[in-house]
Every structure is written in C-alpha cells, then in structure tokens.
C-alpha cells in the first residue's frame, strides 16, 4: 500500500485548500474536501476505513484538479494520493468494462485506429450532423452515451495517419510533435495547425508514428498496469529519437503534464528509480507547444510582422494542467495577444471540470454541475472564443456551452495563432 500517512501526517488542517476546492464547491461537506480526503486516507493506512463502496464513491468524486495543491502551504499532493487510493479501488472493486475496453484501445494503436474509422462511419450514419449522443448509439448502454449531450465527432483520417513521418526536410532545426489522443482522433485542426506554424518557421518536422497514449486516463481511474506498459513503450520509442530533436511539442496541457510530471512520479511511487530517471531526462526537451513557440522560436517576432489583425476577442481559460502543474499562462496570452483582443474571464483558473473518465461517465452530473458556471463566466466575459491548450477542457467546457445555451466556440490558442499567419 502507499504510505497515505506520510501526507496525512503533513496536513495541519489549516483548511485553505477547502474554499478552492471544485467538488466542495458542488458538494459542501468535510468528507469531499482535500483536507477530508487526506484524513480519510490516513484512517484507510491505519486499518480505521474499509475500503467500501461509499469511500469509493468519495474518492471517486475528486476532479484531480490540483487546485487544492496550489494553495496548501504544504503543496501536499492530494491528486497523487487520490491517484494512488484509485488503484487500490480497481483491484479490489474491478474497472468497469467500457473503461478496460477503453484503456486496451489505447495500448493498441492499430485497434484504435480501426475504431476511429468505424466510429467515424457509424457516427456519420447514426448522427448526420448533429455532434449528440443521439440516435442509434444511444440504443448502447454507454455512460458517455447521455442524450443532449454534446460529445466531439471522430475524424475519417487521424492526424497521425494524414501525415508523412517528416515534413519540410532538409538543413533545418528539427522538432516532434506528440499529439495527444483527442487532437489524433477527434480534434485534428490542432496538429494541422502546428504543422503550419512550424513550416513557416521553416523547422523540419518529426511526426513520431509509434508514440502511445502518454497514460492520462488509465492513471486518473487507477489502471496502472496500463499506465506502466504505456509509459515504458513511449519513453524507449522517445530515447530513439530524442538525440536528434530539439524539442518534443505537445499541444494538449494534460498529456504534456502527464508525460513531464507524472510519468516522473509513478514510476517514483512504484520504487523503480532506473524509470523514474529515464523519464526525467526525456522531460529537458518536453514542452507544451505554446510555452516552446514563445520561449523558443522567432513565432512571437513572426505574428508581429506577418500576423494579421483579426477581429474576434478571445478569453483564455488557463486549464489544470497547464497554469497549475507547469506554470504555463503566459506564454499563450502573450501570443494570442499578438492577432485578438484579449478579455479576461472572471476567473480563468477555476477548473471546467472535466475530472476524467469516471466523472465523464459514471458521475456526469458532477461534471455539468462544475461546468455551469464555467460556461456562465465565459458568457459573462463577452469574448466571441474561449482558448485553452487542453483537449479535455474542449470536450467539457463545449458540452457546458452548449447545455446552458451559450454560443462562444471553443479554439485551441495553436489554431488560433495559425488562423492569424494564414494567407488571406
Ligand atoms: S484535486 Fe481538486 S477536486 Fe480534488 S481535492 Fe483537490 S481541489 Fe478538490
Ligand atoms: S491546505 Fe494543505 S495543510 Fe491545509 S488543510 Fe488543506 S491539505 Fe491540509
């Protein structure tokens, strides 16, 4: 077992991580509360808590949202060790079919891809244009499968097949893109886009076809099996290649967390150190793609020269995984800032919530209650697109627009900053 007590014994229940907490702002009790769920763990290590089906429910309710870590004068690491008591829960209570469907598509890329193609043709005939879980899927018994709900269409050709393994070649800088498994499949004008930012930056582009899922989700639910077999096969495939890049992008904050701290930490959780320091030598050339663009590349002087003017405002939504896991919020306003007029939300910090696959499936009513004032402030902001880097934030914060009928669509700042150097 993990040693829950080495948090717990930490926690001096100065209760600063409650107000900012996104299931205690939905579901006001002790028991869901970051200082609730550490002196719960705690009582589980001692032998005090069975691990029944109400602490499953519990500890399945935390969003992961790290808000809590931000303000604990601790940084104790709630997320992780919810994380952590999430693996237990799947050994002792199993993972729900459609989850382990779901976690072996993701270590079979070939499998997958051939899901994409029918889901693209199924969806096409059961859906026509409409992106609702509607018509015939809705006849399957899939917790994600909710009627009126918005839920993002499947692409005939994933961004990983559409294109060459290298781009733009020659006697240039050299740069690999690691797409992430909703920009692959579903939202694929993402790495479109990056393709042609980084082709008027004239790097040669490096589009890895092996890589994996980084592992986010099966870690988020506790299948760590999977976590690992993913995890090992993209760090050697990554160390075949790292040598000869500059940088591996990734335009989705979740996988770029994933990849830059987490796979750190579980392997450091598991007591396997050789993996833990294979991880963190990949991490010096892992970047999300904003925060490389601005830092790294002549982008920011590029849009001033040759960026158009466009007139849509935008309001920039800074995902979990992005402003409080690696400090990145602005490096994409200062880019964005270039071609829109920016307007901030009231508070762009406050999670989508999202929270991963179970609260997506099993407890979707916590995430529409978290989503609701997302897509209140986003309305309120008067901004004609709401931005972020994460694809999560896309699937949640559209589905949250579209239930509480507000119009604002939803871009990621990388389509957005090439939407501004494209030719008129
Ligand atoms: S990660 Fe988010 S939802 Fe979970 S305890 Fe912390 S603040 Fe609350
Ligand atoms: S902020 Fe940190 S130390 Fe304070 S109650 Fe919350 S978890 Fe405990």
Redesign the pocket.
């Known amino acids: 077992m993990f040693e829950f007590t080495k948090v717990s014994d930490e926690c001096i229940k100065c209760g600063k991580?409650i107000p900012?907490?996104?299931?205690?702002q939905i579901s006001p009790d002790e028991v869901t509360?970051?200082r609730g769920?550490i002196e719960l763990l705690g009582d589980y290590q001692k032998g005090e808590l069975e691990l029944d089906k109400t602490a499953k429910d519990i500890f399945e309710s935390?969003?992961?949202?790290?808000?809590?870590?931000d303000v604990c004068p601790n940084s104790l690491p709630?997320?992780m060790v919810?994380e952590e008591v999430r693996a237990d829960i799947a050994k002792k209570f199993g993972i729900a079919w459609y989850k382990r469907a779901f976690f072996w598509l993701l270590r079979n890329r070939w499998a997958m891809d051939l899901f994409n193609k029918l889901g693209y043709v199924f969806h096409s005939c059961a859906l026509k244009k409409e992106e609702r879980g509607r018509g015939l899927l809705a006849k399957f018994d899939l917790p994600m499968i909710k009627k009126d709900r918005l839920l993002p269409s499947m692409k005939s050709v994933s961004f990983l097949n559409k294109y060459k393994e290298r781009l733009n070649s020659g006697d240039k800088p050299k740069v690999a893109i690691f797409i992430g498994c909703l920009a692959n499949y579903n939202y694929t004008e993402i790495g479109d886009s990056l393709v042609q930012i980084l082709q008027e930056l004239d790097y040669e582009i490096f589009i890895p076809k092996k890589q994996l899922c980084c592992g986010a989700p099966a870690y988020f639910t506790g299948d760590f099996d999977t976590v690992e077999y993913l995890t090992k096969k993209n760090i050697e495939y990554f160390e075949s290649f790292i040598d000869k890049v500059e940088a591996i992008i990734i335009p989705e904050a979740t996988c770029s967390a994933m990849i830059k701290h987490d796979w750190e930490v579980f392997f450091e959780n598991r007591k396997m150190p050789e993996w833990r320091d294979r991880a963190a030598r990949l991490n010096q050339k892992i970047f999300m793609a904003t925060e490389w663009l601005y830092n790294h590349t002549e982008l920011p002087k590029l849009l001033e020269q040759k960026g158009k003017k466009l007139p849509q405002s935008v309001t920039y939504h800074d995902a979990c995984h992005a402003r409080k896991v690696q400090g990145i919020w602005a490096e994409p306003r200062a880019l964005l800032k270039k071609s829109y007029e920016l307007r901030e939300m009231e508070d762009p910090n406050r999670?989508c919530g999202f929270g991963g696959v179970t609260i997506q499936t099993e407890k979707f009513h916590l995430a529409q209650a978290a989503g609701k004032p997302k897509a209140a402030m986003i309305e309120r902001s008067g901004a004609d697109i709401v931005a972020a880097e994460c694809s999560a934030c896309r699937v949640q914060i559209s589905n949250s627009l579209y239930q509480n009928g507000v119009d604002t669509i939803f871009k990621n700042p990388v389509e957005l900053i090439a939407e501004a150097l494209k030719e008129n």
Do not use: A
């Open positions: 991580c900012t907490c996104t299931i205690h509360s970051p769920f935390c969003f992961l949202c790290t808000n809590c870590v709630t997320d919810i999670c």
